[in-house]
């Protein structure tokens, strides 16, 4: 059974820092597209990053940019998210998942919370 696993995730306050994983169990994810999610209470699921499989661009939300960085470690079939700056609007439950666009999803972790207050 295919695995995705978000972890990293806890209280910060604004201005500090997180770094998000997830890994994954039988599935290569250097085969894949890999993105990043984020569902905010309330709100609806949005893209926040992305890192493609063959020449490892990325993507970011406008909402992110400087602030968030995607990198992939093919050795642990990990990809991991680096926040920086956080604000309390990045308060959301973060999901990683094979694929930047969801209707193209194959796998999806369960999400990992973050929450962003003093």
């Known amino acids: 059974q295919v695995q995705l696993v978000e972890s990293g995730g806890g209280l910060v306050q604004p201005g500090g820092s997180l770094r998000l994983s997830c890994a994954a169990s039988?599935?290569?994810?250097?085969?894949?597209?890999i993105g990043w999610f984020r569902q905010a209470p309330g709100k609806e699921r949005e893209g926040v990053s992305c890192?493609?499989?063959?020449?490892?661009?990325?993507y970011y939300a406008d909402s992110v940019k400087g602030r968030f960085t995607i990198s992939r470690d093919n050795d642990k079939n990990t990809v991991y998210l680096q926040m920086n700056s956080l604000k309390s609007e990045d308060t959301a439950v973060y999901y990683c998942?094979?694929?930047?666009?969801?209707?193209?999803?194959?796998?999806w972790g369960k999400g990992t919370l973050v929450t962003v207050s003093s």
């Open positions: 890192i493609s499989p063959n020449d490892g661009s990325t």
């Open positions: 039988r599935v290569t994810l250097d085969t894949y597209a």
């Open positions: 998942a094979t694929d930047c666009a969801t209707e193209y999803v194959d796998y």
